[in-house]
């Protein structure tokens, strides 16, 4: 079977750039409480008028133009956020018709920080499978919207920026090189442990004014647990994935974490044994981008000239669900 590769990297963070400070102006919060928790300096947030489809095209354009190829040469599109445009249609349709390639199929994917994984795995299935050849996978968010940034709100607002990141994936002519395999894992019994709401479908009528009094519009979180959990199913997924593939730790030149909290993967790392710095880490600057940041940073790693032919890498991400994945590639 042929495998698959990924053919082309690109990002796009909006220009606006909100630092700790500047949250300390809206709520009680300050530089030191945020740093210390999480590393997160600052974060970006688009304009209002933004849609995530809009982030997603301009870091679409620049995986296309890394990969050298045309909008047209793509033929199917993955699209994974917890922050699309609308409730219905997915994402990635408005994503389509922006890109003027109406027709090919398009797909979203609702799995929040591990969203890219699960897009990359179908991806990776679709081309093995022969049914595609060049399947753009991307992961957007538009956080800046859906954050309460009042002191009952500041434990989330503080950790969320905009952001997204995309890939082509299509056959590899070596066959050394490619996905090598990907884990998915989910935990619906914790499904509340960090959820956004909104409406309650049980419910006739499913939105009340109640709902935007109750503030069931923005995010709700159990940092603990979260934290907790997300540093004992990244290495486990971690080990899942070397097993698979016969590999050491020390195989790997380099993983690519999602950036939740920086201390979640100062943790994972210590865990396993990693030194810090092969935990590649942007979160300082651009704070968690949920299914955004795996291609943000494989781009920026790139573009560091930090990956060569031949490196072995782990993606891995943990969140809301729970979920959790990882995928092993060599570069
Ligand atoms: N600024 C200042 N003080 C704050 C803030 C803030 N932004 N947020 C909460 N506090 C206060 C609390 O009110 C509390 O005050 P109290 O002691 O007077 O009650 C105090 O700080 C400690 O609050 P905790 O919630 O206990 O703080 P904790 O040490 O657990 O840190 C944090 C909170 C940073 C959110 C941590 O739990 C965490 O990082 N968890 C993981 C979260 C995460 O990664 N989420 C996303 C992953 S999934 C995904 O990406 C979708």
Not at 165 to 193: C, K, M, N, Q
């Amino acid at each position: 079977m042929t495998r698959a590769r990924i053919l082309g990297v690109g990002r796009y963070l909006p220009e606006r750039r909100v630092t700790n400070f500047d949250l300390g102006k809206m709520f009680e919060t300050s530089d030191e409480w945020i740093q210390q928790r999480t590393g997160i300096v600052e974060r970006r947030f688009a304009e209002e008028g933004v849609y995530c489809s809009d982030l997603a095209l301009e870091a679409s354009r620049d995986a296309l133009k890394n990969a050298g190829m045309k909008a047209e040469d793509v033929d199917f599109i993955i699209f994974a956020t917890l922050s699309p445009d609308h409730h219905f249609p997915g994402s990635g349709c408005y994503l389509q018709a922006k890109m003027g390639l109406s027709g090919i199929g398009c797909m979203d994917i609702r799995n929040q920080c591990t969203g890219f994984l699960y897009g990359l795995a179908v991806a990776d299935s679709f081309v093995r499978l022969g049914m595609y050849k060049r399947i753009l996978v991307i992961g957007a968010e538009v956080h800046s919207s859906a954050l309460n940034f009042t002191n009952e709100g500041r434990d989330v607002a503080v950790l969320f920026g905009d952001g997204a990141g995309a890939v082509i994936v299509g056959p590899s002519e070596d066959p050394s090189r490619g996905i090598l395999s990907t884990h998915l894992h989910a935990d619906g019994r914790y499904a509340d442990i960090l959820r956004l709401e909104i409406w309650d479908i049980s419910k006739k009528p499913y939105i009340t004014p109640e709902t935007l009094e109750q503030g069931r519009i923005w995010p709700k979180m159990q940092g603990k647990e979260v934290f907790k959990m997300a540093v004992t199913k990244i290495p486990e997924v971690i080990e899942e994935a070397l097993q698979a593939n016969n590999l050491g730790i020390e195989d790997i030149d380099l993983f690519l974490p999602h950036q939740a909290n920086l201390r979640i993967n100062q943790f994972a790392a210590a865990r396993l044994g990693v030194p810090e710095e092969k935990f590649y880490s942007n979160i300082q600057r651009y704070g968690n981008t949920t299914a955004g940041s795996i291609p943000i940073a494989l781009s920026e790693v790139l573009e560091q000239g930090a990956l060569r032919e031949g490196n072995l890498i782990i993606m891995v991400a943990f969140g809301s669900g729970f979920t959790w994945a990882a995928s092993v590639i060599r570069w």
